[in-house]
């Protein structure tokens, strides 16, 4: 199966061109002209070099954000776009949960103990756009969707303000994980053992952590997502059956923009004036 993946969270991106779980191509958006301009060439060029045609694509991934309002709207409209006019299904994934996925992969490659995991952005005014998720090895024979991994969410992806990531990342979790011993356990959990302290995400790069906020022995990674985690983890999630519908397919910003919050600020005062 031949499969596109988008990648537009930011002020570029990327695509790259899968074939069934394997990467053939990936090719990053120049920063310099923006997604809105070099996204349908980077497409064509990628199909192109691969020698296939368009219509020879069987599934179109993208993230579906959180994310660039710009960079959303971009991608999602590529995709649908597309979808719809070479009859090619979607399968939508969320930024910070591929962020996770990927975090997770590494992190249980590296030392095959379960994760507890801090994915994070820059959301800009104040605030970052966080996931947080307990990642395990996958046992076999198991029916999951993430190959290797079970990538289970405490808290989905929401908005949190500057200062409180910086003291705690994983702020909110407090009651269910207990810090010992420099390490991050489970108050309550089936499985025995201590869990890895995972965080990532450009948050790290853009609000550095307080002292202390996290255990000795924990990992960071500052990287952005690309293509290429979107594709792998939407392959996982195509694999479990998960489907968008292009009709439905919305960007997820979490938030409204600045310039809708102004618009919003003197109804609302109004409505508490009248009240």
């Known amino acids: 199966m031949w499969h596109l993946a988008l990648e537009t969270i930011g002020l570029s991106g990327s695509v790259a061109l899968h074939k069934d779980s394997q990467l053939v191509a990936n090719f990053p958006l120049p920063s310099e002209i923006g997604s809105a301009r070099s996204l349908m060439p980077a497409i ?62 590494e992190a249980i490659s590296a030392h095959q103990k379960p994760a507890l995991i801090a994915a994070a952005m820059d959301a800009y005014r104040k605030q970052v756009f966080r996931l947080i998720a307990v990642v395990e090895p996958q046992l076999a024979g198991e029916n ?24 705690n990342p994983f702020h909110g979790v407090d009651r269910n994980f207990a810090l010992s011993a420099g390490v991050l ?20 790069r853009r609000y550095p952590l307080a002292e202390n906020s996290l255990p000795p022995s924990r990992i960071c990674d500052s990287r952005d997502i690309t293509a290429v985690d979107v594709g792998r983890y939407a392959w996982q999630r195509w694999l479990a059956g998960e489907r968008t519908d292009p009709f439905q397919l919305l960007p997820n910003y979490l938030r409204a923009s600045a310039a809708e919050e102004k618009a919003l600020a003197p109804l609302t005062s109004t409505e508490s004036s009248e009240s």
Request: net charge neutral; aromatic share 4%.
């Open 185 to 204: 356990q489970p108050s309550h959990h089936d499985h025995a053992g201590d869990y890895q302290v995972v965080v990532g995400g450009n948050a790290i």
């Open 44 to 105: 064509e060029s990628v199909v192109r070099n691969a020698a296939i045609t368009s219509s020879q694509l069987e599934l179109i991934s993208l993230a579906k954000g959180p994310g660039s309002f710009t960079g959303l709207r971009v991608s999602v409209a590529t995709a649908k776009a597309i979808g719809y006019a070479l009859n090619v299904p979607l399968c939508a994934v969320d930024t910070l949960e591929t962020l996770a996925y990927r975090l997770g992969l």
């Open 144 to 167: 999951a969707a993430c190959r290797g991994i079970k990538l289970n969410i405490i808290l989905p992806s929401h908005h949190l303000d500057v200062a409180l990531w910086n003291q």
